[in-house]
């Protein structure tokens, strides 16, 4: 695939991407929604590749959300079997070619199996540094803020020590940039309560393409619309 990375003038360091259109492209194609979820599983490795190729330094997946739970239980009971084994299958690879693996979440509610799985995933890749990938899996923006503002208060923080910065290390994603460019798939332009916090000032990418159908050549496109952005940060453009 022949792609002209010097008009790429801006390479966002952290892409969050909203996984969008799995069960419509399985539909499609006649198949089981669970079909779609695999497809979309399989997906991730080539984006994270491409993300990795042209130079971005974290990629956040929104794999489960908190909502997902309210899905058909053998649609939830397939799908997290199908990320049970790409933990298995994926991780000695992803390891092997310097990615390291956070999650964002809450383990809570997860086989033990699983949750032992996650683990051993997270501390056999935390030392790794070509690219960071998190995994926001049983994820909920609200509750990521909640959760903060738990800890904060069982660690007895005075009021008036609360600031972002602080806040911020609250977070399932503190000690990473805040994202730059969100990328929702499958022509959808809601948040669906992800990283509402962090996205406060991120720029936005909506297209069409249904995810498992989502490939190098459309990341290219995500980027190429970031480059071409004045970001402003809430501030007038100097004249």
Same mark, same amino acid.
């Given at each position: 695939m022949d792609l002209d990375k010097s008009a790429l003038t801006k390479i966002p360091v952290h892409v969050a991407?909203?996984?969008?259109?799995?069960?419509r492209w399985a539909q499609k194609r006649g198949l089981a929604r669970n079909e779609g979820h695999r497809a979309g599983t399989e997906n991730i490795r080539?984006?994270?590749?491409?993300?990795?190729?042209?130079?971005?330094?974290?990629?956040?997946?929104?794999a489960f959300s908190t909502e997902n739970w309210g899905r058909p239980e053998d649609e939830v009971h397939g799908l997290l079997g199908i990320l049970e084994d790409t933990i298995r299958r994926e991780v000695p690879e992803l390891h092997k070619n310097g990615v390291q693996l956070r999650h964002l979440g809450r383990l809570e509610g997860i086989s033990e199996e699983m949750q032992q799985s996650v683990r051993a995933a997270l501390e056999l890749t935390k030392h790794n540094d070509r690219i960071v990938l998190n995994v926001a899996f049983n994820y909920g923006g609200r509750a990521e803020i909640l959760d903060a503002i738990r800890k904060m208060i069982a660690d007895q923080v005075p009021p008036d020590q609360v600031n972002e %910065? @602080?806040?911020a290390r609250y977070l399932y994603s503190a000690g990473l940039p805040d994202p730059d460019l969100i990328v929702r798939t499958a022509g959808e332009m809601r948040l669906s309560n992800f990283l509402i916090w962090q996205a406060a000032y991120a720029e936005y990418y909506s297209?069409?393409?249904?995810?498992?159908?989502?490939?190098?050549?459309?990341?290219?496109? %995500? @980027?190429?619309?970031?480059?071409?952005?004045?970001?402003r940060f809430g501030k007038l453009e100097n004249v």
């Open positions: 991407i909203i996984m969008d259109g799995n069960g080539r984006v994270l590749e491409g993300a990795a190729e042209f130079g971005v330094k974290v990629l956040t997946i929104y %910065a @602080l806040f297209t069409p393409t249904l995810w498992p159908d989502f490939n190098k050549q459309e990341l290219y496109n %995500a @980027l190429l619309a970031f480059s071409q952005r004045q970001r």
